[in-house]
């Protein structure tokens, strides 16, 4: 389906679902990650309708875009997803997603130093935004069983930390890196005894605040969209 065909129809859904966890969720005990398209918005909806549960409690799943991102730069520098640290997905999980190498290393060496320009701008950052539909045009459905192991990595991540590395995941904006506040974007985040906290203050460029104001306008169009459906 198209985009704006699954933020109509879908939007409808994760209200029902989130005043359904307000019901009958735990509170504050409860977490919940959305996977479902556009999940960032779908989290908001789910998150605005849901107010015993608090706000950072939860999250749309990003893990699989940061899982594609790291398999594509092990492919390119011959070395394993593990041995790459400090990746990130910024902002949506759409097209205008931006996967950011410009802190990662692989093997302690700077991936951005390893790899030309030409390949970041036309070749991998392009491979991550559309991989899920290239994925849908080459068999015909969606990528189920990679979402669902990027689902796990993400519970795994929240339940028992990351152990001080980074990984990506869209969660309800305080304002960080100049995003509207209630906006569920995805940051740089390290886990830690089953909470997170964004990587703050990292200096960005002209080119990264350039993708990064991309995917926030996106959300902002999403967020107008519903905005019927927002408590």
Not at 36 to 44: D, Q
Not at 135 to 155: E, F, M
Request: with cysteine.
């Amino acid at each position: 389906m198209e985009r704006g065909d699954l933020l109509t129809q879908n939007a409808q859904i994760f209200s029902v679902q989130g005043k359904a966890l307000n019901k009958v969720g735990k509170g504050k005990d409860t977490r919940v990650i959305v996977v479902g398209n556009p999940a960032n918005t779908n989290a908001m909806i789910a998150q605005r309708n849901a107010p015993n549960i608090p706000a950072q409690n939860f999250a749309a799943m990003t893990r699989l875009d940061h899982n594609r991102g790291l398999a594509q730069i092990a492919k390119k520098l011959n070395c394993l997803p593990q041995d790459i640290k400090n990746f990130v997905i910024w902002g949506n999980h759409s097209a205008t997603q931006f996967p950011d190498v410009t802190y990662a290393t692989a093997k302690d060496k700077k991936v951005a130093d390893q790899v030309d320009k030409k390949w970041l701008v036309d070749s991998f950052i392009p491979t991550v935004q559309k991989r899920g539909a290239e994925v849908i045009a080459a068999r015909g459905s969606s990528s189920a069983a990679s979402a669902g192991s990027a689902l796990i990595d993400n519970v795994i991540d929240w339940y028992s930390g990351t152990a001080g590395e980074w990984t990506s995941v869209a969660i309800c904006s305080n304002g960080e890196y100049d995003v509207t506040p209630g906006l569920f974007y995805s940051y740089p985040v390290i886990f830690d005894k089953q909470r997170w906290s964004i990587v703050k203050d990292l200096p960005l460029n002209s080119f990264q605040k350039e993708r990064m104001d991309a995917t926030h306008k996106e959300l902002l169009q999403e967020r107008d969209a519903v905005a019927k459906l927002l408590k």
